[in-house]
């Protein structure tokens, strides 16, 4: 039995191919799991108690404000 096989030759190129669109696709899901993560925490800390979060250092007022600030001034810190 023979077996056409032209689409074969062009293989690696395919292949290469999904690379290109997978990159971006990976950084994306893996900050949005750190975000989701992150909203997590908050979320969960501003559900402490008060003598809890004073234990650690934290102000209820903190935590609202973190919430509050955009993306893009958090990563300044």
Same mark, same amino acid.
């Given at each position: 039995? #023979?077996?056409n096989l032209p689409m074969l030759v062009n293989l690696p190129m395919l292949v290469n191919l999904p690379l290109v669109a997978v990159?971006? #696709?990976a950084d994306w899901?893996?900050?949005r799991a750190e975000q989701k993560a992150l909203m997590k925490a908050t979320d969960e800390l &501003?559900? &402490?108690p008060d003598d809890m979060l004073s234990d650690i250092g934290i102000s209820r007022d903190d935590i609202t404000t973190f919430a509050f600030r955009s993306p893009a001034s958090r990563r300044r810190g």
């Amino acid at each position: 039995m #023979l077996v056409n096989l032209p689409m074969l030759v062009n293989l690696p190129m395919l292949v290469n191919l999904p690379l290109v669109a997978v990159g971006p #696709l990976a950084d994306w899901v893996r900050h949005r799991a750190e975000q989701k993560a992150l909203m997590k925490a908050t979320d969960e800390l &501003s559900e &402490s108690p008060d003598d809890m979060l004073s234990d650690i250092g934290i102000s209820r007022d903190d935590i609202t404000t973190f919430a509050f600030r955009s993306p893009a001034s958090r990563r300044r810190g």
